[in-house]
């Protein structure tokens, strides 16, 4: 294998011999060339830019629940601190005694009442043959002063039923809506969770329960908060973990969350929705946020570096059929190095890594080479002749 060697080292040499000879010469191509020291090609890529906070998880949700003196006294709790609860949980119970005994008062007064429409409605049936039986009678002064007494009883009993049986329909009223409020002496949960909290001493909230699923809780600066809009995806990942969840800012509040003061930066409180339940997550973990303030699918993009800015027009340069080319291009989203391309540039166009320099035209370039790059198994396979005859071309190209 010296053979190679020697042939690589006088390949070299002739090689820099060639190119500084080229250098020097007057009217040379080489001298009216660019140097371009590095390629790259556009490409095809989704874009973000994010910003990076902490947050805290903490329930998703939480239910209060009161205790109301109105409703009666206390009877007692059907759950303990920390018990799983589902919704419609019966929590506690109100005494229901002056509910029942209100009832029981109500129902033997229209008992009662009913006792005495019973009585008017048999008068009334007894009168009204009365004055069936007068009517077939022989007509005489007599008979006709009867008639006309039984006329005014019937008239004044059926007065007195409709009375009666209007009272009747008073207290069934009452009476159906102490029944109604007998299923509400109980207060139920609204929710499936855990029993956070339960005041014994019957002080409200007295009972306060929590949601198992997590919501993530940060702070933003006075910058920040004008920057983050709810509905934008986040990234939570757990410290000392590389687990990482989807989420969406819920809500950024407009009011500081301390009093504010002149000399000191507000700090405004946002939370985060979880797309996926995290199991066996404790509530106060705190994690890492990565939030996704603007995205661009598909965008194609180049380094940031390798746009020239002339005013506000921008130009890269661009390999065309063996020659430089400038090209102007439109930008968009810049993240970090790299910048997207709205128009102008496809993807797998080549271009300098930077800007280049020069007037007019499209000139040829040179680039450096790139021996670190070469490999054994590039030229191990080729016959000396064939090597020997692709060297000399690429001298005798210049």
């Not at 009883?153 to 009223?173: A, C, F, G, P």
């Amino acid at each position: 294998m010296k053979w190679i060697s020697k042939i690589i080292i006088g390949a070299a040499i002739l090689f820099v011999a060639v190119n500084l000879y080229l250098l020097f010469k007057e009217n040379s191509k080489v001298a009216r060339s660019l140097y371009v020291p590095e390629w790259t090609t556009a490409k095809e890529q989704n874009i973000q830019k994010t910003m990076k906070t902490e947050g805290v998880t903490t329930p998703l949700e939480e239910q209060s629940i009161y205790y109301d003196e109105r409703k009666g006294s206390f009877e007692g709790f059907m759950v303990k601190k920390g018990e799983e609860v589902t919704s419609g949980k019966t929590l506690f119970y109100y005494s229901t005694e002056s509910y029942e005994d209100a009832i029981a008062v109500l129902k033997s007064e229209r008992d009662s009442l009913e006792n005495q429409l019973e009585a008017l409605e048999d008068k009334w049936d007894d009168l009204n043959d009365i004055n069936y039986d007068t009517t077939r009678s022989v007509l005489d002064d007599e008979l006709l002063i009867n008639d006309y007494s039984v006329e005014i009883d019937l008239y004044q009993t059926e007065v007195e039923i409709n009375r009666l049986e209007s009272e009747i329909e008073k207290y069934d009223e009452q009476i159906a809506s102490l029944d109604r409020k007998l299923p509400q002496l109980e207060e139920i949960s609204d929710m499936n969770g855990v029993v956070k909290n339960i005041n014994h001493d019957l002080s409200n909230p007295v009972i306060t329960i929590i949601s198992k699923e997590s919501m993530v809780k940060g702070m933003l600066s006075e910058k920040e908060q004008s920057k983050i809009k709810p509905g934008m995806e986040v990234t939570v990942s757990l410290k000392g973990s590389n687990k990482s969840y989807k989420g969406s800012i819920q809500e950024v509040s407009h009011f500081p969350e301390n009093e504010p003061k002149v000399k000191k930066e507000s700090q405004y409180p946002f939370t985060i929705v979880l797309d996926k339940r995290i199991d066996n997550l404790a509530h106060g973990t705190h994690v890492n946020v990565k939030i996704v303030r603007k995205e661009v699918l598909d965008a194609i993009t180049v380094p940031y570096d390798s746009i020239k800015k002339s005013g506000k027009t921008k130009h890269v340069y661009v390999l065309e059929n063996g020659k430089v080319q400038k090209k102007k291009v439109t930008t968009g989203l810049h993240v970090n190095s790299v910048q997207q391309i709205k128009k102008g540039l496809k993807e797998g166009e080549v271009l300098s890594m930077e800007p280049l320099s020069y007037s007019k035209g499209t000139p040829t370039f040179y680039t450096p080479l790139q021996v670190k790059k070469w490999e054994k198994d590039m030229y191990q396979n080729i016959r000396k002749k064939e090597m020997l005859k692709q060297l000399g071309k690429g001298f005798l190209s210049f």
